[in-house]
């Protein structure tokens, strides 16, 4: 089944009836309700004669029909934009032609043109009777066009749209939705297929980072990439957004036969330096690490390079990553009951699983130094300084160290550096004071 339900902040949501919603806000006594919202309705159903009754009633300045019903509105609703909701094409011939109604005119709740409200509700030929009376095809409010708007659900809408001359890669802020990102986003293939058909960019960049071919991988969209690919979507991008690594993180096995296909490279990583073939054995199948593994180059690190000997030491390295897990949470635990010895025992035992984490060593040195073993404390505080240069924690902890060993002088200097680096951290500057009287 195409598309999804949900969407981007921009789009228009598909309405609610305007008889509803006028019952939601004002109740269902409709003989209480303010002359202008039964107008409005009485437009939604057609319903020409008790129109002109009510206008009539309300022209008590002698204006007249035609301006009396062009300015008349309810909740910045008009009479033209009424009629465009419900798709009534009796009533929508006599007030664009009879009266000559304001066929570009926006509502004054959301800046929504007659022909907007007609896309809205899905009424074609309403749309295709006000553009044929001269309503803007291209018109933006807030950077959303027709066409952005029929990308997100109205397929018949925007191949009407598109045969009109609505332009697939109409212009939009750096920071917007073009139509095919929305396409793309809401899962529509059958949208997506025309606007590549007329010449949509497949690899538009939004914010700088943001392209298609990653909406399509976001929402595990298959079809959506196959367009994409298809259409020339650059498939070796770089950085957090790398298609490959995204779906093999998301096991989707045709995507990336798909993307192998098309030449993405599998010796990429993702930001968290995780290769594609190592994602899809954490995530995948087995064939879904044995599609990338002929153009893999050899992890140094496995062993045995094989998909079973791949399979074999990343399983082996999740079993690792959450025995540290555990073993951290024990020592939390202990740290939390006093029990320093304890504590520093389960921080040993976690860092010979992982000997480069930095927290690990961090704690272990509050550990020592409850303890009273300040050279511990400063080797375990300098160990974690190494690992991470500008984490403020691994000052603290080493500048901590260096006054219990009644080192103030490069106590000082240690903690000095670590307020640069956490200006906020009151603890950090408490200690340094004290550092300063006592050095």
């Given at each position: 089944?195409?598309?999804?339900?949900?969407?981007?902040?921009?789009?228009?949501?598909?309405?609610?009836?305007?008889?509803?919603?006028?019952?939601?806000?004002?109740?269902?006594?409709?003989?209480?309700?303010?002359?202008?919202?039964?107008?409005?309705?009485?437009?939604?159903?057609?319903?020409?004669?008790?129109?002109?009754?009510?206008?009539?009633?309300?022209?008590?300045?002698?204006?007249?029909?035609?301006?009396?019903?062009?300015?008349?509105?309810?909740?910045g609703t008009y009479a033209l934009h009424a009629v465009c909701d419900s798709g009534n094409m009796y009533a929508l011939q006599y007030l664009v032609e009879d009266l000559n109604m304001d066929v570009n005119k926006p509502d004054t709740m959301r800046g929504f043109t007659p022909a907007m409200h007609a896309m809205l509700y899905g009424n074609l030929p309403t749309l295709r009777f006000l553009l044929d009376h001269?309503?803007?095809?291209?018109?933006?409010?807030?950077?959303?066009?027709?066409?952005?708007?029929?990308?997100?659900?109205?397929?018949?809408?925007?191949?009407?749209?598109?045969?009109?001359?609505?332009?697939?890669?109409?212009?939009?802020?750096?920071?917007?939705?073009?139509?095919?990102?929305?396409?793309?986003?809401?899962?529509?293939?059958?949208?997506?297929?025309?606007?590549?058909?007329?010449?949509?960019?497949?690899?538009?960049?939004?914010?700088?980072?943001?392209?298609?071919?990653?909406?399509?991988?976001?929402?595990?969209?298959?079809?959506?990439?196959?367009?994409?690919?298809?259409?020339?979507?650059?498939?070796?991008?770089?950085?957090?957004?790398?298609?490959?690594?995204?779906?093999?993180?998301?096991?989707?096995?045709?995507?990336?036969?798909?993307?192998?296909?098309?030449?993405?490279?599998?010796?990429?990583?993702?930001?968290?330096?995780?290769?594609?073939?190592?994602?899809?054995?954490?995530?995948?199948?087995?064939?879904?690490?044995?599609?990338?593994?002929?153009?893999?180059?050899?992890?140094?690190?496995?062993?045995?390079?094989?998909?079973?000997?791949?399979?074999?030491?990343?399983?082996?390295?999740?079993?690792?990553?959450?025995?540290?897990?555990?073993?951290?949470?024990?020592?939390?635990?202990?740290?939390?009951?006093?029990?320093?010895?304890?504590?520093?025992?389960?921080?040993?035992?976690?860092?010979?699983?992982?000997?480069?984490?930095?927290?690990?060593?961090?704690?272990?040195?509050?550990?020592?130094?409850?303890?009273?073993?300040?050279?511990?404390?400063?080797?375990?505080?300098?160990?974690?300084?190494?690992?991470?240069?500008?984490?403020?924690?691994?000052?603290?902890?080493?500048?901590?160290?260096?006054?219990?060993?009644?080192?103030?002088?490069?106590?000082?200097?240690?903690?000095?550096?670590?307020?640069?680096?956490?200006?906020?951290?009151?603890?950090?500057?408490?200690?340094?004071?004290?550092?300063?009287?006592?050095?």
């Amino acid at each position: 089944m195409e598309g999804r339900g949900g969407g981007a902040s921009s789009m228009p949501r598909r309405e609610v009836s305007l008889p509803h919603a006028f019952k939601l806000v004002l109740g269902k006594d409709q003989d209480k309700w303010p002359m202008e919202a039964t107008l409005l309705v009485a437009a939604y159903y057609g319903d020409i004669r008790r129109l002109k009754e009510i206008a009539k009633s309300m022209d008590v300045e002698g204006k007249g029909l035609q301006e009396t019903l062009a300015n008349a509105n309810f909740l910045g609703t008009y009479a033209l934009h009424a009629v465009c909701d419900s798709g009534n094409m009796y009533a929508l011939q006599y007030l664009v032609e009879d009266l000559n109604m304001d066929v570009n005119k926006p509502d004054t709740m959301r800046g929504f043109t007659p022909a907007m409200h007609a896309m809205l509700y899905g009424n074609l030929p309403t749309l295709r009777f006000l553009l044929d009376h001269g309503a803007n095809l291209h018109g933006q409010h807030k950077g959303i066009s027709l066409l952005h708007a029929a990308a997100g659900g109205r397929p018949e809408i925007a191949k009407f749209l598109l045969s009109r001359g609505a332009r697939a890669d109409v212009e939009v802020e750096p920071t917007s939705f073009t139509p095919l990102f929305i396409a793309t986003f809401r899962g529509y293939a059958s949208i997506l297929k025309m606007l590549l058909e007329q010449n949509a960019d497949p690899n538009v960049c939004m914010n700088d980072q943001i392209i298609p071919l990653n909406m399509a991988l976001r929402h595990s969209s298959v079809a959506c990439l196959k367009l994409l690919v298809q259409a020339g979507a650059d498939v070796n991008v770089f950085g957090s957004y790398n298609p490959l690594a995204r779906a093999a993180e998301k096991g989707l096995t045709e995507a990336i036969k798909c993307l192998l296909e098309a030449g993405a490279n599998p010796n990429v990583p993702d930001t968290f330096g995780r290769l594609p073939i190592e994602l899809a054995t954490e995530y995948g199948t087995w064939e879904d690490v044995e599609l990338p593994f002929p153009v893999t180059s050899k992890i140094t690190t496995v062993a045995d390079w094989s998909v079973h000997g791949i399979i074999s030491h990343v399983h082996m390295e999740v079993m690792q990553f959450e025995k540290k897990s555990e073993l951290k949470r024990q020592g939390a635990d202990a740290f939390r009951n006093e029990d320093y010895l304890k504590a520093s025992v389960f921080y040993t035992q976690a860092l010979k699983v992982d000997q480069f984490d930095a927290t690990l060593f961090s704690n272990r040195s509050i550990c020592w130094l409850r303890l009273g073993d300040g050279k511990k404390a400063l080797y375990d505080a300098m160990e974690c300084k190494d690992l991470r240069l500008k984490w403020a924690k691994a000052y603290y902890r080493k500048g901590a160290a260096l006054m219990f060993l009644k080192d103030y002088d490069s106590a000082y200097d240690t903690l000095s550096r670590g307020l640069e680096l956490d200006p906020e951290s009151e603890e950090m500057e408490e200690l340094l004071w004290e550092a300063m009287e006592l050095k």
